[in-house]
């Protein structure tokens, strides 16, 4: 069984992963995939052509800050890198899917922050969306990034609402209680998929 396994900021989400590497369970982890695929040859000669010298380093490697500050503000820019890098980042993630599968794992979960805005969620038997309330983030958020409340609620109303993604998932893991809480429910959560 695939589980793609999303939420929002400050969510809980990189703890729900622990909490499943904990149990066995093979994660593939999206934003390191796509960590690995701006630093792929033909991807940095492609985003060159598009975005210029000025987004690369010294060495001649993409900086991920110079290239979100030049893309993050302008959706065309944004959907040119994302037409660069998202058929390698699937075709990496596609890879993982299968050598697990090869190796008889029974649960494969797939941590993708943008499960459903790429589509992701069409390669998984099941979603789970990680839910705090907003004032929960906000704490968060404050807290973990030593944010003001302004900037925390910035951050959280930059992604899509979490609302949204709640309809679509078929298990939402509310996550407003400790960590013993959440550790009880994600059990729970693989017991019954064993």
């Known amino acids: 069984m695939i589980i793609g396994l999303t939420g929002g900021i400050a969510t809980g989400k990189s ?18 995939i796509a960590h690995q695929v701006l630093n792929l040859d033909e991807v940095i000669e492609e985003v060159k052509k598009h975005f210029g010298e000025t987004v690369l380093d010294k060495d001649g490697y993409i900086d991920r800050k110079k290239l979100g500050k030049v893309v993050f503000n302008e959706e065309k ?14 075709e990496l993630i596609d890879k993982k899917i299968d050598e697990y599968q090869d190796k008889k794992e029974e649960i494969i979960v797939l ?18 969306v990680v839910y705090a309330d ?16 302004q ?23 509310k996550n407003e209680g400790t960590i013993n809480e959440l550790e009880s429910k994600i059990n729970k959560l693989v017991e019954k998929r064993r």
């Open 151 to 173: 900037a925390a609620i910035k951050r959280i109303d930059a992604q899509i609402p979490l609302k949204t993604k709640v309809k679509k998932a078929d298990v939402v893991i």
């Open 134 to 149: 907003k004032d929960t983030q906000i704490k968060r958020l404050e807290k973990r990034d030593d944010l003001n409340k």
């Open 77 to 90: 820019k944004r959907k040119q890198l994302e037409s660069i890098t998202h058929p390698k980042i699937f």
């Open 111 to 128: 941590d993708a922050p943008l499960l459903f805005e790429t589509a992701l969620d069409k390669k998984v038997d099941e979603t789970w």
């Open 15 to 32: 703890t729900v992963c622990k909490i499943l590497k904990k149990l066995g369970i093979k994660i593939i982890e999206s934003d390191k």
